[in-house]
């Protein structure tokens, strides 16, 4: 069997959570199947060494003068005709309308689909534009895919209810944790870290973006009252954030009077990420709404307590008792969180250890093995249709 993989943007050097997803993917194919040939299809960038090289495994760079819709609407479906793909495999969230290879799609979530308020005003204008198309594009696809693939069983029933599916083509398969997140100790690494983004001593890690979901104005108003009880003891680091954007948000969550403790790092490679983690006192991911929450596990792999929502499938990710839940749309609620950690110790050590134990439950081979029966499944389905 040939199978064609959509990589659309593994190349670029800032990659976001789909992204990271569909490089474990191919990552772990590699090391577990020998018997297939693989075509990854990428546009090129930067980042050209990220896919490690495989006899089966092939990497054709797609380039389109039409931009992302060009890309994935017309340069992606010829190439995997011309390849003699099997089936094609498109990995984060769309696909192309009119495929000659039969397509599986990677549906992470819907949440461009649901009419929630929230997420129609506010948000960048590109990520406004990237939700007109999908609302577009996607619906058809889905219906057009031999297999849909999800990430938790919370979206597979969104997902279910929306496009009111009567066969078995929706399917959960969990995403995993990266290896390298694991407490670290060794004091030379976590010193380097220290010095390259420029650590506090004390600080709280947040892992927020511009996108709403994240919630960023809910963890710095509750950050903001943390600091009335416990002025400048601990700092709040961020990664690759916006000044602008976050001083805007200052304006109407905590003021600006909390700028000074906020460390933006600007942009961490994953690799730098759990010595990163494993130097903050609170882990924090109190999003509004996920279709999983990678950095769930992140955290808890690195040995640090997690504040998590108990909304969407982040209580079935973190597991009964292994982070503090909270409602994210209650900052009050996140305070009383911090402060809960903050002021015992033995409920930190405790939450601690019981994020290591569940991060183990979850591994990217563990889903590329569940992928690839699914491949398989496919192919002997399409097997099947054509001698009848």
């Excluded at 003699?84 to 979530?109: W, Y």
């Excluded at 002025?231 to 905590?254: H, N, R």
């Excluded at 600006?256 to 942009?267: A, K, M, P």
């Excluded at 130097?279 to 991911?285: C, D, G, K, R, V």
Aim: aromatic share 10%; with cysteine; hydrophobic share 40%.
């Amino acid at each position: 069997m040939k199978i064609g993989i959509e990589g659309q943007r593994l190349f670029r050097k800032k990659k976001h959570g789909m992204d990271m997803v569909a490089l474990e993917l191919i990552k772990n194919l590699q090391r577990i199947d020998q018997k297939n040939e693989y075509v990854v299809f990428v546009k090129p960038d930067f980042d050209d060494t990220c896919i490690p090289n495989a006899p089966n495994f092939k990497v054709v760079q797609l380039d389109s003068k039409w931009g992302y819709p060009g890309w994935e609407q017309i340069a992606l479906p010829r190439a995997a005709h011309k390849e003699g793909c099997d089936v094609l495999h498109c990995t984060s969230n769309t696909g192309p309308l009119f495929s000659k290879v039969p397509i599986i799609t990677t549906l992470h979530d819907i949440i461009y689909l649901e009419s929630i308020s929230l997420f129609k005003k506010e948000g960048t204008w590109y990520q406004k534009l990237g939700n007109m198309y999908r609302r577009y594009f996607v619906p058809p696809v889905i219906r057009k895919s031999k297999k849909v693939i999800t990430v938790s069983n919370y979206e597979k029933e969104r997902i279910n209810n929306y496009f009111g599916f009567k066969d078995d083509r929706l399917t959960a398969i969990y995403n995993g944790v990266g290896s390298h997140f694991k407490k670290v100790t060794d004091l030379g690494e976590l010193a380097s870290a220290k010095e390259k983004y420029k650590l506090p001593d004390n600080f709280f890690f947040f892992l927020g973006n511009t996108d709403p979901k994240k919630n960023t104005k809910g963890v710095l108003k509750a950050f903001a009252d943390f600091n009335k009880i416990y002025p400048g003891q601990y700092k709040l680091v961020m990664l690759d954030y916006d000044e602008g954007e976050l001083l805007k948000l200052l304006d109407t969550a905590g003021g600006r009077e909390i700028r000074e403790l906020i460390h933006l790092t600007g942009y961490v490679s994953n690799t730098d990420l759990p010595a990163i983690i494993s130097q903050s006192a609170i882990f924090l991911y109190p999003s509004l709404r996920e279709s999983f929450g990678i950095p769930i596990l992140e955290g808890m792999a690195c040995g640090v307590p997690v504040i998590t929502s108990n909304t969407s499938s982040m209580p079935e990710v973190a597991g009964e008792g292994s982070a503090l839940m909270v409602d994210p749309f209650n900052p009050l609620e996140i305070t009383n969180a911090i402060r809960a950690i903050v002021e015992d110790k033995v409920l930190a050590k405790v939450l601690a250890e019981k994020g290591i134990k569940r991060a183990k439950h979850f591994s990217w081979e563990s889903m590329a093995k569940n992928v690839l029966e699914l491949y398989e499944d496919v192919h002997n389905q399409l097997k099947v249709e054509q001698n009848d």
